[in-house]
Antibody, heavy 121, light 108 residues
Framework: QVQLQQWGAGLLKPSETLSLTCTVY????????WSWIRQTPGKGLEWIGE???????FYNPPLKRRVTISVDSSKNQFSLTASSVTAADSAVYYC???????????????WGQGTTVTVSS | ESVLTQSPGTLSLSPGERATLFCRAS???????LAWYQQKPGQAPRLLIY???NRATGIPDRFSGSGSGTDFTLTISRLEPEDFAVYFC?????????FGPGTKVDIK
């Protein structure tokens, strides 16, 4: 049974860099996309971006300038960094596995436990 | 961007009743790219339905999905106590992939 375990700093100051990592247990990075999503009471669930095992990534356009998603296959991990954070980046961040095929989306079927990130001076 | 709206915002029902939740997309979504999730307080979302009508692994058959084009429905045939939660629809047809704002199903 595949599980995602995520971690990272939960309290940041404005202008700092957010860094979160998600480790995949019980499965491989191959054959899936790996996503980051955040959730706030005001904006709900927001897709940040995702990456495949070989490093091909794509992002939500409003965030693209500040966000990088990377993968480390040797550690079975993928990571999210976001530079120059503001209070608007305060959210619960989730990593998730994306199951997709040719012209078919099987859903985000495995999720991490979530990390609460607060940006405050 | 494909905007998803969900209705109603809150659905107050009793255990054993039928729940019908709606998701409308601002642009047509192929059924192959529409999913539903359940979220309970303090937990991550859980995949319920993919391909608009296919139950994910381990999801009870009281959950069903239907719809096409811009209008989709999630139905819970008989609410169990553990079904009181928030439900989200998601489209994966057009990047950025978006979620609806959610429908809260609470106990009447």
């Amino acid at each position: 049974q595949v599980q995602l375990q995520q971690w990272g700093a939960g309290l940041l100051k404005p202008s700092e860099t957010l860094s979160l990592t998600c480790t995949v247990y019980g499965g491989s990075l191959r054959g899936f996309y790996w996503s980051w999503i955040r959730q706030t009471p005001g904006k709900g669930l927001e897709w940040i971006g995702e990456i495949n095992h070989s490093g091909g990534a794509f992002y939500n356009p409003p965030l693209k300038r500040r966000v990088t998603i990377s993968v480390d296959s040797s550690k079975n991990q993928f990571s999210l960094t976001a530079s120059s954070v503001t209070a608007a980046d305060s959210a619960v961040y989730y990593c998730a596995r994306v199951s997709r095929g040719f012209q078919y989306f099987y859903g985000m079927d495995v999720w991490g436990q979530g990390t609460t990130v607060t940006v405050s001076s | 961007e494909s905007v998803l709206t969900q209705s109603p915002g809150t659905l107050s029902l009793s255990p054993g009743e039928r729940a019908t939740l709606f998701c409308r997309a601002s642009q047509s979504v192929s059924t192959t790219y529409l999913a539903w999730y359940q979220q309970k307080p303090g937990q991550a979302p859980r995949l319920l339905i993919y391909g608009a009508s296919n139950r994910a692994t381990g999801i009870p058959d009281r959950f069903s999905g239907s719809g096409s084009g811009t209008d989709f429905t999630l139905t819970i045939s008989r609410l169990e106590p553990e079904d009181f939660a928030v439900y989200f629809c998601q489209q994966y047809a057009l990047s950025p992939f978006t979620f609806g704002p959610g429908t809260k199903v609470d106990i009447k």
